[in-house]
C-alpha cells in the first residue's frame, strides 16, 4: 500500500503499528468519510492488506465488532494523547471490543510472539490487536495517538522527544484549538 495522507507533514507511524493507524483512520469524522461503512467495504480494505484471502467475507457480527475494536482503539490512543487511563466503565467496554479477537502465542520464525487466532476475517482483523500487543510491548504504541480537538481524533505518530505533540497538526487543529480559547477568554472579559 501506498504510504497514507498525513496532515502536518508527519510521517506515519512505523512498521507494523502503521497497521492500526491506518485502520483507525479510516473513519475521519470531520470530513464525513468512512473507508469501510459496509462489510464489502471492509472486506476490500482488509484483502488490500493482505490480511484475509480472496474467498474470505466479512459476516454481519465480524463487522459490528471491527467497528467497535476501531471505536476501542481511537480511544486508547486519545488516552495516550491525554496520558490518563480511560475510566473503568470504558475500560471494560474496551476489553468486550478486544475480546471479539482472541490471540495466542506463536513460535514464529523471528521467535515467539502474539498472533491472532480464528480464520478468515476474525484473524484478520485479530493480526490489528497483535499489533496493539507488540507495540505496547516495543514501547512504540504510547506515541500512536489521536488528535485531542474532538472533531479530528486522527490518529498520528509523535516522535517528539518528551511525547507531548496533542494535535494531528498545529496549523490546523492546533490553530482552531488556540483560536478558540482565545475567543473564551475574550468573552470572559467583556
Ligand atoms: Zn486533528
Same mark, same amino acid.
Given at each position: ?39 464489502? %467495504?471492509?472486506? #476490500?480494505?482488509? +484483502? @488490500?492488506? =493482505? ?9 454481519? $457480527? *465480524? ?66 490487536? %497483535?499489533?496493539? #500487543?507488540?507495540? +505496547? @510491548?516495543? =514501547? ?9 480537538? $474532538? *472533531? ?39
Amino acid at each position: 500500500m501506498a504510504a497514507s495522507f498525513q496532515p502536518g507533514g508527519r510521517a506515519p507511524a512505523p512498521e507494523p503499528l502503521d497497521l492500526v493507524q491506518d485502520f483507525v483512520n479510516t473513519e475521519i469524522p470531520d470530513w464525513n468519510r468512512d473507508d469501510i461503512a459496509t462489510p464489502e %467495504a471492509l472486506a #476490500a480494505w482488509l +484483502r @488490500a492488506r =493482505g490480511l484475509i484471502c480472496a474467498a474470505d467475507v466479512v459476516d454481519g $457480527e *465480524t463487522f459490528v465488532a471491527a467497528r467497535a475494536l476501531r471505536a476501542a482503539l481511537r480511544e486508547l490512543a486519545l488516552a495516550n494523547t491525554l496520558d490518563e487511563a480511560p475510566a473503568p466503565a470504558r475500560r471494560a467496554a474496551i476489553d468486550a471490543a478486544f475480546g471479539a479477537f482472541p490471540l495466542v502465542v506463536r513460535a514464529g520464525s523471528d521467535g515467539p510472539g502474539v498472533a491472532p487466532a480464528g480464520s478468515g476475517a476474525r484473524r484478520g482483523l485479530g493480526a490489528i490487536v %497483535a499489533v496493539v #500487543a507488540a507495540a +505496547r @510491548a516495543a =514501547g512504540t504504541w504510547e506515541r500512536l495517538k489521536a488528535c485531542r480537538q $474532538e *472533531t479530528c481524533g486522527w490518529l498520528f505518530y509523535d516522535v517528539s522527544r518528551n511525547r507531548s505533540s496533542s494535535w494531528c497538526s498545529m496549523q490546523v487543529c492546533g490553530g482552531r484549538e488556540k483560536s478558540r480559547a482565545y475567543r473564551r477568554r475574550r468573552a470572559g472579559r467583556t
